[in-house]
């Protein structure tokens, strides 16, 4: 499986960016598909995730209400619409993948993963 990130760029505080994450090989209908972020110097951050069955979408607290979690998969692809940015949003973005569903708890830790896009700058800044 390969994943492929787009979409990131710079944005003014306050604005929207909407990030895409396509899969393609050996892909299966049931998995679980998560956004990662890592800003300079620091660890890889989970910002959401969501299961194919369900339709449960996780996101991490800094996020809530602000972000969008969505997925077409007719495409194979995810979405994470970000809106009303700030500054500490900035960072490289990752989409992962999972195949199978995710235990609910263990959503939120990278290892949870087996696929990693090579991910997209997002910089929020004036």
């Known amino acids: 499986v390969q994943l492929q990130a787009s979409g990131g760029g710079l944005v003014q505080p306050g604005g929207s960016v909407k990030l895409s994450c396509t899969a393609s090989?050996?892909?299966?209908?049931?998995?679980?598909m998560a956004w990662f972020r890592q800003a300079p110097g620091k660890e890889r951050e989970f910002v959401a995730a969501?299961?194919?069955?369900?339709?449960?979408?996780m996101y991490a607290d800094s996020v809530k209400g602000r972000f969008t979690f969505s997925r077409d998969n007719a495409k194979n692809t995810v979405y994470l619409q970000m809106n009303s940015l700030k500054p500490e949003d900035t960072g490289i973005y990752y989409c992962?993948?999972?195949?199978?569903?995710?235990?609910?708890?263990?959503?939120?830790?990278?290892?949870?993963?087996?696929?990693w896009g090579q991910g997209t700058q997002v910089t929020v800044s004036s």
């Open positions: 992962a993948r999972k195949s199978g569903l995710a235990i609910w708890s263990s959503m939120p830790s990278p290892e949870t993963y087996d696929y």
């Open positions: 090989g050996r892909t299966y209908s049931s998995n679980t």
């Open positions: 969501h299961r194919s069955s369900g339709g449960n979408t």
